[in-house]
């Protein structure tokens, strides 16, 4: 743990070096700064992380009233002890209401100071556990949503993370199907801003005609329909996030407006002659190549780089195919709750299958498959013969094994996949009858496999195979 760190603000030079010299002293392992410049301080404070700010309340350069109210506006406002002189305490008190934790009145005994300061330096330091506490429920639960424990998801994970609690614009990239809306809004959710509710917008959701208005706001007669005064999302999220998604196809008429929005910090609704400030984060989201779109004039470079500060990639299926029982059993107990009905085991042949193929629509393509396997078997377990029925409803790309709608049946797919399906396959059949042997016992099943019993936990992981739902099976060859 860093060490507490205290600011002391004077304009008196004497004061300031013998309170440093004796509370170094008095106050073992806590950082003593000094500053005679007032106005520096929210600047000083931002840059530097203060535990407790102990202020004097009458300079000349600048009233500590005054900075007292200044640093309401900082992200993170440390504990304040105000000094003063003895004819100031209804200052000194009027100081409390506007947040000081409390004063001491000049001239003072050090110890009196040292025991106010410790009881503020106590205050800090148990803010700032309740903020980690915070922190933590707030990541479990921005997480939620999340599935998946491959290297590509525990990268994305470390990255919400990290980007989380900064005030950058954050360009979500992914193929449709990835969960870019779920990121962005984990880093809402994580971010200081995550007790105000998240603003979406779906940009081409919206008409071009309709798109500004929604954004911007507009004043009674503006337009046409304009029967009224109506607030922009810009607005209804100052202090807060504002989600764009699908940013690629707002028009560039649209994109100048928005520019001018994140330069300045102004909203002007249509039909106002003046604007105000917002502060408001931006999150954006986009399946397209903006680096083309900008290469062919559709998309403003200048807002690109607005947006761009930081870039995050949600993976592809096909980057975290080890995901994919996960999935298939988070999606398929959900669609028995959904159904009202018990959830279903998934057979390992079914799993290997579903793990093997392409799902070009990702997560949402595997999760709506997943809900046709439900339906369709109709036993305790998603079996071959509702995989089979699931296919043959489920479209031509889903079509049964050497038939005109196979994929497989015309084409050659490459080799790595069909290896792939190969072994997963065989890896599928082969555990489920070595745990129907050893009845889900995992050291003896390892040991007749010749694996190591942390290596046949990794292929259980793999393949979704329960050992529990072998315990108590009769041991069949």
Known sequence: MNPQKILIVDDEHDMLEGLQRVLAYELEGVEIVVSAAPLEVPDLIRRQRFDLVLLDLRMPEMDGLDLLVAMDA??????VIMMTAYGDIETAVAAIKKGAYDFITKPFE???LVRILKKGLERSR?????????????EKTAFEAFIGQSPPMQRL??????VANTDYAVLIRGESGTGKELAARAIHGMSKRGTRSLVAVNCPAIPEHLLESELFGHQKGAFTGAVANRKGLFEEAHGSSLLLDEIADIPVTIQTKLLRVLQEQEVRPLGSARGFQVDVRILSTTNQNLEAKIRDRTFRDDLYYRLNVVSISTPSLREMREDIPLLVRHFSSKACRELGIPVKGVAPGVMAWLAGREWPGNARELQNFVRRLVVFSTGEEIDEK???AARSTAGP???LPGTATDPGADQISSYLLEKDKVVNAFTAEYVDKLLRKTRGNITRAAQAAGLSRQALQKILQRTGIDSDAYRGDDATG
């Open 110 to 112: 050090i110890p009196d």
């Open 386 to 388: 509702g995989l089979q």
């Open 157 to 162: 994970y470390e990255t919400i993370a990290s």
């Open 397 to 399: 790309d889903m079509g």
């Open 74 to 79: 900082l992200d993170e406002r440390p504990t």
């Open 126 to 138: 148990l803010i700032d556990e309740n903020l980690a506490l915070r922190r933590q429920v707030s």
